[in-house]
Nanobody, 124 residues
Framework: QLQASGGGLVQAGDSLRLSCVAS????????MAWFRQTPGKEREFVAA????????RYANSVKGRFTISRDNAKETMYLQMNGLKREDTSVYYC???????????????????WGQGTQVTVSS
């Protein structure tokens, strides 16, 4: 079970930090990721982090602005979002999977556990 939180309404240029608390067996064995989805669009990859913060990948649209991290002792993943833009407005979902691979990492099908989503709204 994954529980995402931290969303809200902010202005362009502001920052937010999302959290995802995981109640999964062997959290440190899971690859963790953030996706986002707006109505009428497919779920979009945002960022992923490997088992111990050693590997990270970002979508080009957020690279340099967002930072993903995890704390295995707290079984929690984070997404620090700086320099938010209107186009970042979306529902953000956290996900857990077991595989890290170049071709599969950004696909929702790589992840078998999902949180409920947290809304991020950025106004101009």
């Amino acid at each position: 079970q994954l529980q995402a939180s931290g969303g809200g309404l902010v202005q362009a240029g502001d920052s937010l930090r999302l959290s995802c608390v995981a109640s999964v067996r062997a959290f440190s064995d899971h690859v963790m990721a953030w996706f986002r989805q707006t109505p009428g669009k497919e779920r979009e990859f945002v960022a992923a982090v490997g088992w111990d913060n050693n590997m990270k990948r970002y979508a080009n649209s957020v690279k340099g602005r967002f930072t993903i991290s995890r704390d295995n002792a707290k079984e929690t993943m984070y997404l620090q979002m700086n320099g938010l833009k209107r186009e970042d407005t979306s529902v953000y979902y956290c996900a857990a999977g077991l595989n890290w691979g170049t071709r599969i990492l950004e696909s929702p099908s790589n992840y078998d556990q999902w949180g409920q989503g947290t809304q991020v709204t950025v106004s101009s």
